[in-house]
């Protein structure tokens, strides 16, 4: 069983539907989870509180989510703030997209929920030291 409490989950998604079926799986399994509509807020809250994993969207109301990620990867690196991307793409292209702007992983969504645990589980710091 993985120790799950306390990590603290930031998720960048203006869908609230896929927002809302994020939020339900990850506090059921004792994640605490903010989620913001856009990429300004996102940095607003990193710059002022620590995060143990950034789920962010390529979809963003102010732009492309994977150039976000480029820029804010400038001011936190990958040890800081892990990130996991959602996209409703799943071609190859946009996958390597993701991890050339700074993701440590890639979900397609519609998600399997199991898929997300599974995901957000492996890439918490925490979970190196819990297995």
Known sequence: MFET??????????????????????????????VVNS??????RLRHEPIDLLILD???PEGDGLEWLTEL???????QVP???FSLD?????V??????????YLISPFDPTVLEEKVQRLLPSHAETV
């Open 5 to 34: 409490t306390q990590a603290q989950l930031l998720m960048v998604e203006p869908e609230l539907v896929l927002a809302e079926l994020a939020t339900f799986r990850l506090e059921l399994l004792g994640y605490r989870l903010e």
């Open 39 to 44: 990429g300004a807020e996102a940095l607003d």
């Open 58 to 60: 390529t979809k963003l």
């Open 83 to 85: 990130a996991l991307v």
């Open 73 to 79: 990867r400038l001011e936190f690196k990958a040890e």
């Open 90 to 94: 799943p071609s190859l292209e946009m």
């Open 96 to 105: 390597r997209r993701a991890y050339l702007a700074g993701a440590q992983d």
